[in-house]
């Protein structure tokens, strides 16, 4: 018995530790939000050039690692091949990565970012532009750097060199193997945990709430936490059958049925809504946000509340979500080249999530001026108020909220399998009853803090787990440095080696 404790003492502290957590915030929600709240302010106001810093060096070293010459190297051993093809790979890393975001910030975001411009008169087209460049900056190839920066250091360490699949792997080249699998290894094993579950449950209380206000939109079904409550139930039961069936049969056919879910949902938009105006949106908002992408998106002296209501909580947000995207991402990456790797995660889902925004942003920019402000007073419902003004808005609406439902599976089955993985040593096919207990527990983790605060506090906690966490992804973008450099001392090693022997 003690021999099992000490083997699997991540699982348990970290289970105990949530527990604990759980219970603190049950019976003392008011001072938990207060508390909370209170961190969360003093991190956006006196960490805000972090933040921003952060994010611009994630980019800058993949755009590095990309097209250096560790490039070629293969994320596995040299002979092998990717596990899976080019469009599951896609399908699957998209799923993780955004999923319930898309549906809930797609109109609502563009729309606000449109009426409240920063600088701007709001309602003219100089805020449009502003709205797509801002949209595309917060879900583009910034946010999916975050998620590939991690990804990439635990594929290659996994794959590559052998090591566990673990967060704890990475500092191998840093501390020696020892101490990695030592205390500070667990320690750094331990708190990837929390901000996995601090990560997951904000992507479910959003995908609990907006299918609520969807469901009392159509059907006017109650929008209240009853509901809340028996969505986040049946919601779980199904990405625990889920995750149980493993990664091949369960959460890949679901991604597949996402992807399949958000084409059909966006070509029937894209159909029946003004495409013209979609387009030059698209292309104006890209002109301007590749045009400032490394120099106005990413001033570390920037300041003001809109920043820190957006892009900076963005950040945040991005950070709070890569331990379970990242190391998922990795799970599923075996075989592929750095820079194929990179590239993939880079500017594929990013195109996505581009042509998402300019499609459902622009139905939102052609709604009269009362619908769209009507709109943005609650984010969960601003998707079904706007395309209730267009002539096939039910359908619409109905696709949407099948593929909330998808979305909000996948982004909880991913997350469970990578909780279950990091709970036992980096196994990557985790016991079926260790999903099962993590499937529960962040359930009950999301059902406790929307009662404590709703969609505020939910955000609240991420984010606030998300700035440690930085640091963890700071120092395995150093060590990575590292490896990468040893490994090619040993290449150039073994290659004027080989020179020699043919002289000889």
């Known amino acids: ?42 991190l956006l106001d006196r960490f805000s050039w972090f933040y921003i810093l952060v994010m611009l060096s994630f980019f800058i070293f993949c755009m590095w690692a990309a097209f250096s010459k560790y490039g070629k190297l293969k994320l596995g051993k040299d002979n ?77 360490f996994q794959f590559r060199k052998g090591k566990p699949a673990l967060m704890s792997s990475l500092l191998i080249p840093l501390i020696g193997e020892k101490k990695a699998s030592g205390w500070i290894g667990n320690t750094i094993d331990i708190f990837t945990i929390f901000a996995t579950v601090a990560g997951v449950i904000t992507s479910l209380g959003l995908g609990a709430l907006q299918i609520n206000a969807g469901l009392n939109y159509l059907f006017n079904i109650p929008e209240n936490i009853k509901v809340q409550l028996i969505i986040i139930i049946l919601v779980t039961i199904c990405f625990i059958a889920s995750a149980s069936s493993g990664l091949n049969k369960g959460i890949q056919t679901l991604s597949n049925l996402n992807m399949l879910l958000a084409a059909i949902l966006l070509i029937f938009v894209i159909l029946t809504g003004p495409s013209l105006e979609m387009n030059k949106n698209l292309f104006k908002g890209l002109g301007v946000y590749a045009k400032e992408l490394l120099i106005d998106n990413n001033n570390i002296f920037v300041t003001g509340d809109w920043y ?163 640091f963890i992804m700071i120092i395995a973008m150093i060590s990575l440095r590292k490896s990468l450099k040893n490994e090619s001392l040993e290449i150039s090693s073994l290659s004027n080696n080989k020179k020699i022997e043919k002289v000889i």
């Open 1 to 42: 018995m003690i021999k099992k404790l000490k083997k699997e003492k991540v699982f348990y502290v970290s289970i105990i530790s949530l527990l604990f957590l759980l219970l603190l915030a049950f019976f003392n929600i008011d001072v938990f939000a207060k508390s909370t709240k209170n961190i969360l302010n003093f």
């Open 80 to 156: 092998e091949d990717p596990e899976y093809s080019l469009i599951s790979w896609f399908t699957m890393l998209f799923s993780a990565g955004m999923g319930i975001g898309l549906i809930f910030w797609g109109v609502a975001e563009p729309l606000n970012h449109y009426i409240h411009p920063f600088n701007l008169q709001g309602f003219t087209e100089e805020a449009k532009t502003f709205a797509m460049t801002k949209s595309f900056l917060h879900w583009g190839i910034s946010a999916w750097s975050c998620y590939a920066i991690l990804a990439l250091a635990l594929t290659y």
């Open 308 to 470: 820190k209501k957006w892009t900076i909580f963005y950040w945040g947000w991005w950070i709070a979500w890569a331990p379970p995207v990242g190391i998922f991402i990795a799970r599923i990456s075996k075989g592929r080249t750095i820079k194929e790797f990179l590239l993939g995660v880079l500017f594929v889902p990013s195109i996505i999530c581009f042509i998402w925004f300019a499609v459902f942003g622009t139905m939102g920019f052609n709604v009269s001026h009362a619908v769209a402000l009507t709109a943005i007073k609650r984010a969960e419902t601003a998707f079904f108020v706007v395309m209730n003004e267009y002539h096939f808005g039910y359908i619409i609406s109905l696709i949407a909220i099948m593929l909330l439902g998808t979305f909000f599976v996948t982004s909880a089955d991913s997350a469970t399998f990578v909780l279950g993985m990091l709970s036992s040593n980096g196994d990557l096919n985790p016991k079926t009853s260790k999903k099962f207990i993590w499937g529960v527990l962040q359930a009950s983790l999301t059902i406790v803090f929307l009662i404590a605060g709703g969609l505020d506090m939910i955000q609240t906690v991420s984010i606030i787990a998300a700035f440690p966490f930085a």
